[in-house]
């Protein structure tokens, strides 16, 4: 024995598809470990959630305290820190934490998700979930009824999410910083033309956030006069700028990713092209471009269940010893 901690998977991240994973693997008697600095991923900090089944209004960082109590009933044991390196040995996975630590584990199962694509301005993070998104399928019809909404980007994402959210706010208010929309679709920004409530606001960016603690978001300062308006008072803003998957940790292990969305690559079981690595939710192609809470939850069931046939049948190969967690990090 190295002395390292040992476990049968180890499930990085704490988001919707890592507590998944870390409940069904628990209930298939493995020996998992969570590790993770961000509790609750993008669903924690996404404000009030209507389309997960079984709730019909719930907080997102409630949710995930409820996926996180599940895991817990399970003596699942979480780490407050971040996989920083992960190589492979003799069979093992071999994995450095951001506390100092290390662990070993038959199987690794990445849940690390996206980092959103930001604008850098002030209370731009402290204000999400009150006025500040970055989905806008997510949360377009938390603005039924609103005055305004403010849209920021010129891709597919913020043009789709302009049409669906002139659906339910009155007026939407489109912000791109250059001229003319040339990588969308072109049936979508036809379908933006159409639409008499959605204003294009051109070769402009996002100067300031208005608002306070208190209320939120309030309005938008803009970088030059629309329509002889620097400030535009809106109820909500949705970031469309892109995420980046974090593949740092994937690239470092030879995984294989989406020539085109640089995400992961993952079959139907959610395994990679490296044996015993598995990975699920936001980071991966498995589920085209719907990222949601409840695709990514599947998507970690069904990780589990590839580590769990994975590990059994690897054990042999280890000598006859079965991973067991000799010691909690």
């Given at each position: 024995m190295?002395?390292e901690?040992e476990?049968?998977?180890l ?11 870390a409940l069904y ?6 020996k998992?470990v969570?590790v993770?600095e961000?509790?609750g991923g993008?669903?924690?900090i996404?404000g009030?959630i209507e389309n997960?089944?079984?709730?019909v209004d719930?907080d ?6 409820k996926f996180r109590?599940q895991?817990?009933?399970y003596?699942v ?9 992960v190589?492979?040995?003799?069979g093992w996975?071999?994995s450095?934490?951001?506390?100092g630590?290390?662990?070993?584990s ?8 996206r ?13 999400m ?5 970055f989905c806008?399928?997510?949360?377009a019809?938390l603005?039924k009824?609103?005055?305004?909404v403010a ?6 994402a913020?043009?789709?999410?302009a049409?669906l ?28 033309n159409?639409?008499?409530n ?6 402009t ?9 208190e209320k939120g978001?309030?309005g ?14 809106v ?5 469309e700028?892109?995420?980046?998957p974090?593949?740092?940790i994937p690239?470092?292990?030879g995984v294989?990713?989406d020539p ?15 044996a015993?690595?598995?990975a ?5 192609n498995?589920?085209?471009p719907?990222k949601q809470t409840v695709?990514?939850?599947?998507q970690g069931a069904?990780?589990?269940l590839?580590?769990?046939?994975y590990?059994?049948?690897h054990?042999?190969a280890?000598k ?6 000799i010691?909690?990090?």
């Amino acid at each position: 024995m190295t002395g390292e901690p040992e476990y049968d998977v180890l499930i990085a991240g704490q988001g919707a598809a890592a507590y998944a994973a870390a409940l069904y693997a628990a209930r298939y008697q493995m020996k998992p470990v969570v590790v993770g600095e961000e509790f609750g991923g993008e669903t924690a900090i996404g404000g009030s959630i209507e389309n997960y089944p079984g709730y019909v209004d719930i907080d997102g960082f409630d949710l995930m305290v409820k996926f996180r109590e599940q895991a817990i009933k399970y003596e699942v044991p979480i780490v407050q820190a971040n996989l920083v390196h992960v190589k492979k040995d003799r069979g093992w996975f071999v994995s450095e934490l951001s506390d100092g630590t290390r662990a070993r584990s038959l199987a690794v199962i990445l849940a690390i998700g996206r980092e959103r694509r930001k604008l850098g301005l002030p209370n731009e993070v402290e204000w999400m979930g009150r006025g500040v998104s970055f989905c806008s399928t997510c949360d377009a019809p938390l603005f039924k009824g609103k005055k305004a909404v403010a849209v920021v980007g010129g891709g597919d994402a913020a043009v789709e999410g302009a049409i669906l959210l002139s659906k339910y706010a009155k007026d939407v208010y489109i912000v791109y910083r250059r001229e003319a929309f040339t990588r969308p679709e072109p049936i979508n920004v036809q379908l933006l033309n159409e639409r008499e409530n959605v204003h294009q606001v051109m070769n402009t960016e996002i100067a300031e956030l208005l608002g306070d603690d208190e209320k939120g978001l309030t309005g938008v300062r803009l970088s030059q006069p629309f329509e002889g308006r620097s400030e535009i008072d809106v109820d909500g803003i949705f970031i469309e700028i892109g995420a980046d998957p974090r593949v740092e940790i994937p690239k470092e292990l030879g995984v294989r990713l989406d020539p085109i969305t640089n995400e992961v690559n993952v079959d139907k079981m959610m395994r990679t092209n490296v044996a015993g690595l598995f990975a699920a939710g936001d980071l991966t192609n498995g589920s085209g471009p719907l990222k949601q809470t409840v695709t990514a939850a599947a998507q970690g069931a069904i990780a589990a269940l590839s580590a769990y046939m994975y590990v059994s049948e690897h054990r042999s190969a280890m000598k006859g010893e079965k991973a067991v967690a000799i010691t909690r990090i």
